[in-house]
């Protein structure tokens, strides 16, 4: 059974952090919530999971929602931040979006605004998890290779054909053959178009090899 996305709310208000748990679990979320910034620290766990989002109040005693921003990124978390804002706080929620929010909601606010606006956030989220799960993915195919598989690899990618790769590497093209073939099942694909495009969604295309590719 797929888990359910999580909203996780952090807010000195008990009536805001009351009323958003309600709303949220109507429609299915697993709500967690927090009073304030520095409890969410201490209470979040940011091994992976479901998709989640982060509703933050931006002034809050302590620790402002600024700060917590600043305390995620400084530990490399990431969460898709929605900014909640009472009246003469738009300029800090403005500042919350600088720092990575990707959206603000002013106080009072309708359920339908914040439905979709949390939607979007664990859309969002949902799509950045399982991009990393790919490249982690994509990264113990690499593993897999050896040097000469990665060498033929990387020249495959940057537009070579097996004569050229044959000369490069001097070696025959029945070698080359042979190394691309393990290079396919080994990374899962079954073309050069196909590996080519998982490289440069994945980041593992080389500066060399695209000032190479550039040249053909």
Not at 41 to 63: E, F
Request: charged share 25%.
């Amino acid at each position: 059974m797929t888990e359910q996305p999580i909203v996780y709310v952090v807010d000195d208000d008990p009536q805001v952090r009351e009323s958003l748990n309600l709303l949220m679990r109507s429609v299915g979320f697993n709500t967690k919530v927090f009073d304030s910034a520095e409890h969410f620290l201490d209470g979040y766990d940011d091994s992976p999971g479901p998709p989640r989002c982060l509703i933050l109040d931006v002034r809050m005693p302590g620790l402002s929602g600024l700060g917590l921003q600043e305390k995620l990124a400084a530990k490399g978390i990431v969460i898709p931040t929605i900014v909640i804002t009472g009246f003469g706080d738009v300029s800090m929620a403005v500042k919350a979006m600088s720092a990575g929010a990707i959206d603000f909601i002013e106080k009072p606010f309708s359920r339908q605004a914040v439905l979709t606006r949390v939607q979007e956030a664990i859309d969002r989220d949902a799509a950045y998890r399982r991009r990393n799960a790919q490249r982690a993915d994509v990264a113990a195919r690499l593993d897999l290779l050896s040097h000469r598989e990665r060498e033929v690899m990387d020249l495959l990618i940057a537009g070579n054909h097996a004569k050229q790769i044959a000369a490069k590497l001097q070696i025959g093209e029945k070698t080359v053959a042979k190394h691309r073939a393990r290079v396919f099942d080994k990374m899962g694909v079954d073309s050069v178009a196909t590996l080519v495009h998982l490289a440069y969604h994945c980041d593992f295309a080389t500066p060399t090899l695209d000032l190479e590719l550039s040249q053909h």
